[in-house]
Every structure is written in C-alpha cells, then in structure tokens.
C-alpha cells in the first residue's frame, strides 16, 4: 500500500506545518464534529438543498456518517482542526486498501495488484484535495469505489459482503446525496440476486448475511429518523421534496439538465485520457474529446468482445458479471445525471471517475490474462511507482485548504477576541461580497474554540447546526462581519456601531493591483453600457457570483473579477446592539 501511503503522508506533512483555520465548508464540518458529545450530528453537511422551509430552510445531505469517521483523529489531536485533514486522509486510505483487498481476496492477487495500479492514478489524478479537505463531496468518493468492488463479489456468489456493501453505499449517500440513485439500485439489485439464490435453495448463511446487512442500515439510518422525528420539518422530509419536486421555491418550473446533457457529459468522462487519469476538473457541460471517447470505446468494446468468446469457466463469468454491474451503473448513472438541476458542476457527478476507472480496471483485468505474469507485475509496479511519484510531487508544500480565507479569519479574530466579553453571548452576522460567509463560519468555529458563545440565524441552522441558532433577543450584541472596503466605509459612517478591528491579508502591492482590478471592472461594465451592475462587486455573495458564472455580468468582465477575487479583500468586524437596523450594500440598478 505504499503507492498511496507515501504521498498522503507527504501532504499531511505539508499541511501540519501552519495552523489551519477552516472556513467555510470545512469550519461547518468542523463545528459539527466539535460538538459532537453535548449535540451529536444527526444529519450530513449543509447543500445546495431546500430553502422553502421554516423555521430551517436549508436542507443537509443525508446522514452524518462521515462525522462518526472523522470524530477519532478529531479528538486524537487534541480537537486541533488539523485533526479534521488527517481523519480525512485516513478515512480514504481506509476505503482503498479495503478495495484492494476485496478485489484480490475475489479474483486474486493481480487483480488486487492492478486495483492498487488504478487507486494510485486516482491518488495522483484527485490530488490531495480530495483527502485533506473534509468536504462532504469528497468524502462518498472512496466509499463508493469500495461499493463497486463489494457488489462485484456478491454478484459473483460473496453473500457475506452484503453487510459490508450497504455500509460503503450508505456511507457515500449519507456524504452526498448525488449517490442516492446509484446506490439504491445496486443494493436493490444485490437484494434480488440473494432472493433468487434463497429460492433456488441456495440458503447457506444467506439469511445471517441478510440480518446482518438489515443491522447496518438501521445502525446507520438511526440518526437520520431522529432528526426527522425531533424537528418540523426533518431533514428526510426536506431532501424528499427538494428532490421530488417539479418547481423551484418561487414557482417556476425546475429546469433539469436532461438525458442529452447527461450522455455529454458521461462521453466527457469516458474519453481517454479522462479526467479521471488527467485530474481535469472539467466542466459537464465542456466539450468531449471526440477522438478520446471513440477510442474509450473502441477498447471496452473489443475487452468485452475478447470475454464473450473466451472459454474459461469461472474467471470468466466473474469478469462478465462485472462488466454487466458496471453497465447497469451507468445506464442509473446517466439517468441520475440527467435529474440534475441548478448550477451543474464536476463535483456533482464526481462519481462518473470511479465508474470510469472501474471500466478500465475491468478492462485490464480482461487483457492482462494474454501476458505473462512476471510482465503484468513488472508493468504495473512501475506505472504504480511512477504515478505515487507524480502525486507526491504534487503533494510537496501543499498548502491547507482556504489558506487566504483562514489568514483572515487568524488575522481579524486575535484583534477582536480582547474587546468581546467571554460571558455574553454574541449573534454573528456578515455582509461578505466574496467568501458565500466562508469567513463567518471560520469565525464561529474560532471563537467557540476560544470559549466564546457565538450564534447565528436561523436561516444558517444547516450550517452551524440548529443549537448554535441565537435568537437576536437573546444576544447581549451583534457582531457584524464585513469584507470589502466600501462596504466597511459604509458601516463606519453608523454611530451605533464599534469598530472592533480591522485586518487586510494584502500585501502593498497586492493592495495597488486590487484597486487597480476592481477600477478596471467597473470601467469594462461602463464600455459595455451595463454600469448599472457594478454594484454587484459589493452585494452580498455578489462577487463570488460574478467569479462562479452565475450572474448577469457579461462573460468578457468575469476574467478580471477572477483575478480581483483571488487578491482577496480586508474585512472589519463590528459590534451593534441587538435589534439595530442592517446596513446593506445598495440593490443594483438593473
């Protein structure tokens, strides 16, 4: 296992030199594993789910599995958020070896050898963000390569691993709902296969499997059913209708990407080199490499062609159950993709890379069969050796996730953490043009570990989890966190506010070129007659919607935005009295 061992070690080395201070995403995932005693996590991370519900709105993906993963090396360190990278890194690796030895215990050990082969690509391909970052799009990933490799064994006769398969598939739903589909119906599947066994008297421990895989779901979706049962409306109850629903929360039909789109991106995925050899984090809506794909297919074609008049006995049915598995995946997969709606990014669908690579391995599995064996260990040593040598590489100096965001956070918070009271309690609000409020949550997680009480709204409740919500009658103060210079300007003309500090991560020079980039903004919007948007820069979430594509400014002016965006902006934090009017950047114009 070294070929994934060394360059997550590396990267872990690399982080563990600078404190870290998550923000967003990872200060929320943090926050629910801090608490994890006094309020255990009932749910998954906070998405891109809901917003039609009171007084909740926002939905959370489906369990909090990842969490319970997480919560050992968590308290292992010390609760140190360093703890959260390194819980992360060995919950993957976990999934991986597990994987590998699965595969050889089904067909031997160069199946296992070359299932370690395609784990280091991913390794490499992936990079460490995908074992440092506890995001939860990350975190079903290897959990649902395991799940491949375990319904591959029970299709082949392994009825023991039913238990097994439904932890590693409801591990990846419960990080990500986008697994749901796919999950649910190769377990559907699984459950047929061991029904048609038990008819044909094939009963041997199969019922033992069977109460055994019933225990790990009910174990797993406890947590889930509590949260449903203790809150109106539940989180199962959320993702059903957000899910389930033909219209968005204003009434307008939802439009959802389509099997046309979904069948691009999957020929995206397939061609060769893919993203999942490359690490392209493409865009689904990208064009595919035409040449790539028709060469994709050309090979799993002529594998599967080779396999069906091959005349082997059992390898070879156990290779075509595979292939049969795999298809069937891919028929739900493009089915789940095509239900996609709203923003349609590569994360989403990031299990397109597994099923992919299981294609390949499945392929070379077929292949390697016509050559000496001293040829496939010899070869595949050495692409192994080569590719963990690439991701180590890519490891070295490996800087923590946000590091601009969490030097804010580091930065403003010993400012203000002399003037706060550790005895009253402080509702935390922000006006934050560029972090989606990732400071913010950075900054509720910093203070809390500092022995401050610090709440939020409860529009924010998926987030920072339902007990950090403070009503604003029962906060002694407000603080308001505000990034961007006009913004700060604004609230600095109040005279109900005190300003408690004041922090810019910009170098001078970094200070003059970000001036220099946001003049040059407003100055394209006004060559192309749409001066009314140059508010936006300053709205709230407004530049990070400029920078995501999501907005209404023109395509020409999001490229300068970037590179204001990546400079970063100063941010302030004020302290009001409760019940004290908001300040807010003016609405644009048009």
């Known amino acids: 296992m070294i070929l994934f061992t060394v360059p997550l070690v590396v990267a872990l080395i690399s982080v563990s030199r600078i404190r870290w201070y998550p923000t967003g995403d990872m200060a929320q995932a943090e926050l629910h594993v801090s608490g994890f005693f006094a309020h255990p996590p009932l749910v998954g991370a906070a998405g891109r789910i809901g917003a039609v519900f009171e007084p909740y709105g926002q939905g959370s993906h489906p369990g909090p599995a990842m969490w319970f993963a997480l919560l050992p090396f968590y308290l292992l360190t010390g609760r140190a958020s360093f703890g959260m990278e390194l819980g992360m890194t060995m919950m993957q690796l976990a999934f991986l070896v597990a994987t590998v030895a699965v595969v050889r215990r089904l067909i031997g050990g160069i199946g296992g050898l070359l299932t370690a082969v395609v784990g280091a690509v991913l390794v490499c391909s992936m990079g460490p963000t995908v074992f440092l970052e506890p995001w939860n799009p990350w975190g079903g990933v290897f959990s649902f390569f395991c799940f491949v490799a375990l319904c591959w064994g029970i299709a082949c006769g392994r009825h023991r691993w039913l238990p097994a398969a439904a932890f590693c598939g409801f591990f990846a739903v419960q990080c990500h709902a986008g697994y749901a589909l796919l999950v649910g119906a190769a377990l ?4 047929v296969l061991l029904v048609v066994r038990w008819r044909r008297g094939d009963r041997e421990g199969l019922q033992r499997s069977w109460w055994m895989a019933v225990a790990v779901t009910v174990v797993m979706w406890t947590p889930p059913i509590i949260d449903q049962l203790r809150r109106n409306p539940g989180n199962l109850r959320i993702l059903w209708r957000h899910f389930t629903s033909s219209t968005e929360a204003d009434g307008t039909p939802r439009a959802f990407v389509g099997i046309g789109a979904a069948l691009k991106a999957l020929a995206g995925e397939l061609s060769l080199p893919g993203p999942w050899l490359r690490g392209d984090f493409r865009q689904p809506t990208a064009a ?3 040449i790539g794909l028709v060469v994709a297919i050309a090979i799993i074609g002529f594998t599967v062609r080779l396999l069906l008049i091959q005349r082997d006995g059992d390898r070879r049915e156990m290779l075509i159950r595979l292939f049969v598995l795999l298809g069937g ?9 095509s239900r996609v709606f709203g923003e349609f990014y590569d994360y989403v669908i990031r299990w ?20 000496h064996t001293n040829v496939v260990v010899v070869g595949a040593l050495v692409v192994g050796a080569l590719t963990s040598g690439l991701a180590t590489a890519h490891a070295l100096g490996r800087q923590n996730p946000g590091e601009r965001n969490g030097r804010i956070v580091g930065g403003i918070d010993a400012l203000i953490r002399p003037r706060l009271v550790q005895q ?5 609000r922000w006006d934050d043009p560029l972090t989606l409020g990732g400071v913010a949550f950075g900054m509720v997680l910093d203070l809390e570990k500092h022995g401050y009480h610090v709440g939020v709204d409860s529009a924010d409740a998926a987030g920072a989890l339902p007990h950090r919500v403070l009503p604003e009658a029962n906060a002694d103060a407000v603080l308001w966190v505000v990034l961007g210079d006009a913004n700060i300007d604004r609230f600095r003309t109040r005279t109900d506010v005190t300003e408690l500090g004041y922090f810019d991560p910009r170098s001078e020079g970094e200070k003059t070129r970000s001036d220099a980039l946001r003049q040059s903004i407003i100055d394209q919007l006004g060559a ?4 009314c948007l140059a ?3 300053d709205e709230q979430y407004g530049l990070s919607a400029i920078v995501l594509g999501s907005s209404s400014v023109p395509a020409s002016v999001v490229t300068t935005a970037g590179h204001y965006y990546d400079l970063g902006l100063p941010a302030a934090v004020f302290q009001l009295p409760p019940s004290a009017p908001p300040t807010s950047a003016p609405a644009p114009a048009c």
């Not at 559907?188 to 459950?191: C, E, H, I, L, W």
């Not at 995946?329 to 493009?334: E, K, P």
């Not at 009253?424 to 935390?428: A, G, I």
Request: proline share 4%.
């Open 188 to 191: 559907a599947a699984m459950v």
């Open 288 to 290: 595919p490499n035409v």
């Open 329 to 337: 995946l891919t028929a739900v997969g493009i089915v789940s993709t």
């Open 352 to 371: 397109w890379w597994l099923i992919v690579a299981w294609m390949f391995l499945g392929c070379a599995l077929v292949l390697v069969r016509r050559l």
């Open 424 to 428: 009253d309690h402080y509702l935390l």
């Open 528 to 531: 192309l007659g749409k001066s």
């Open 535 to 537: 508010p936006k820069i």
